[in-house]
Every structure is written in C-alpha cells, then in structure tokens.
C-alpha cells in the first residue's frame, strides 16, 4: 500500500469551480436490477472517443443530485465519463418502500450498473472505474471485488461497516433502534413500512443523531429538491451486521481510499487499517470531516482521484 498524507492548516473555504457546458455532454440512462429500473446520467467529454467510465453513488439514503454533479461535470472536463445513477428505491429509480437502504439490494444494484455500461456503444467497457462515497464507498469496494473485471476502484469517506448508524447510541439507544427495524419488518406486511428521519431535528429518533451531520448533510440537498427525510427502519438491522469487505485480499484492482481525519461517521483509523490490507491501495488522508470533500477539500479531493484516474487509466 501507499499513502499521501496531506498535513498542515486546513485550506481556506472554496466553492467547486464548475466547468463549462460545452466541454461535455450529459444523457439519461436507465438500467435494470432485479426487474426494477434505475434512473442515471451519463456526462460524456465531447472530445474523447472511447472514454473510460467511473460509476458512481452516493451516501446514505441520498439521491444522486446530491453533491455528486460537481464530481461528474469536471471527470468529464478532465476526459473522463461519469455515470452517476440512484439506487433502487431512491430517487428518479423505481421501487417501493421509498429511501430503503439495504446494502444487499444495492451492491445488486452496482453489479446491474456496470453490466449496464458494459453494453455502451460509446464508453471503453474494459476501463470501468467504481467511486462511492459514504456507504456507496463500501458498496464500491465490495462490488469491485466480487466483479474482478473493473478497472479500478475509488472509495471516498467509506461507511466499512453499520458502526456510524448502530453505535455510539448506547444500549439503550441501540436495542430501540433494533426494535424500531424490527417494528418495521412486521407492520411492512399489512400497514406498510415504519419510517425513522435520516436527519430529522433531534427531537425523535433518526440515522443521523449528530446535529453537525445533520447541518452538513442538508447542505447537499439542491434547492426545491422534493427528497423525504425519512427511511424504513429496517435498515437499523441491516446495517447492525453489514461489513463492506469481509475479504480485502479479494480486491484485485487498483484502489484509491480517501479519508478525513476529522470523519466522525467514516473514521479515518479504519479506513486506514483496511487499505494496509488491500493488495494495491493508495490511502490520501486530508484534514476534513466527513462532508468536507463537497465543499472545502473538493479541489483537494478530486485533484487526488485525477492523479489516480491519469495513473490506471490514462486519457488517450
């Protein structure tokens, strides 16, 4: 493994800079996971014949308007196509209950996406790239490893087990959580699903119970975006035994896993301790919270995943 620690006074606030409409092109695309339709955008450069791909989602419960745009235009400036896409359930994509999080479902998810892109005229099938974010970074490296077939694979701020939603509550805290998914599994059949705020306002319980991540979180939300704050309890459940990579000696492909040291949902010791264990890991730790790479460390960030990008996949 290598590592790029990035060290001293945190960088000033700075917007992402958007690049110009004219440098790519985006279309909407649709695939289908286990019978349901998923909604995406494909951004293509309008320069590159046969670009490479990184497919990409993004966190807990979040549609993939939220502060993935950024990420996909300046790929595409830079050469590369972006297909970003809702998961099941989520979003533009079908599916009912609506916001479920179930990671089995959504690595399902991953897996259609990239049989998806497979069969595009006008990307490079062979130069597939997976980036999540969040708990997509998990879902990510897990896909990544259970394909064998992607290029590389980016992992940013990744959730690498439940710990961020089930702990931290304490027992009692924890054993209503479970009962409120285990509530949910039950009512689900006759009355329909039992819903818990993903952010909610600190009055009732929700995924998120930090106030800090609660503000962060909203600040991804675009303006008018018509998203529930709100998600089947059930996930309480599944995220109490999820582990994004049981095997990380599994994971073939190249990997990039960034961290923030400040990330309370993601933290960075155990992001780092898992990329000791990936055969070909680059780990770049920044000094960033967990919502800081859409914002403050955005250039940051993303000059990170081009130098990665230009180092497996080089643009032609």
């Known amino acids: 493994m290598s590592t790029w620690r990035h060290r001293g006074d945190p960088p000033k606030p700075r917007g992402p800079r958007r690049p110009s409409h004219y440098d790519y092109s985006r279309v909407s695309l649709s695939f289908e996971s286990e019978g349901t339709t ?105 896909a990544a490893a259970e394909d064998g077939r992607v290029a590389a694979v980016v992992a940013q701020n990744p959730m690498l087990d439940g710990s961020a939603v089930t702990g931290g509550r304490g027992l009692t805290g924890t054993l209503s959580a479970l009962a409120a998914g285990a509530r949910d599994k039950l009512q689900s059949r006759l009355l329909g699903p039992y819903r818990v705020p993903v952010l909610g306002d600190g009055s009732t319980r929700s995924v998120f119970d930090d106030p800090a991540v609660r503000t962060a979180y909203r600040s991804l939300l675009p ?81 990170h995943l081009l130098s990665f990008l230009q180092a497996v996949r080089p643009v032609e």
């Open 38 to 142: 998923c909604a995406g955008w494909l951004y293509r450069p309008d320069d590159v014949d046969s670009p490479s791909v990184v497919a990409m989602a993004g966190e807990l419960a979040a549609e993939r308007r939220f502060g993935l745009r950024r990420y996909a235009e300046r790929l595409a400036e830079a050469g590369y196509a972006a297909f970003l896409f809702d998961y099941r359930n989520t979003g533009d994509s079908d599916g009912e209950p609506r916001n479920l999080v179930d990671p089995e479902r959504q690595v399902a998810d991953w897996h259609a996406a990239i049989s998806g892109l497979r069969e595009r005229p006008e990307v490079d099938t062979g130069g597939i790239v997976l980036w999540g974010t969040g708990l997509s970074g998990g879902y990510a490296l897990r």
């Open 223 to 303: 303006p008018g975006s018509a998203w529930r704050d709100e998600t089947p309890a059930r996930l309480f459940l599944s995220l109490f035994r999820y582990t994004a990579l049981s095997d990380p000696e599994s994971l073939r492909c190249p990997a990039l896993l960034v961290s923030g040291t400040r990330d309370d949902v993601a933290p960075a010791e155990s992001v780092a301790a898992l990329a000791d264990e990936i055969p070909n890991a680059t780990l770049v730790e920044l000094p960033a919270d967990h919502f800081d790479h859409y914002d403050r460390t955005f250039e940051q960030t993303l000059g």
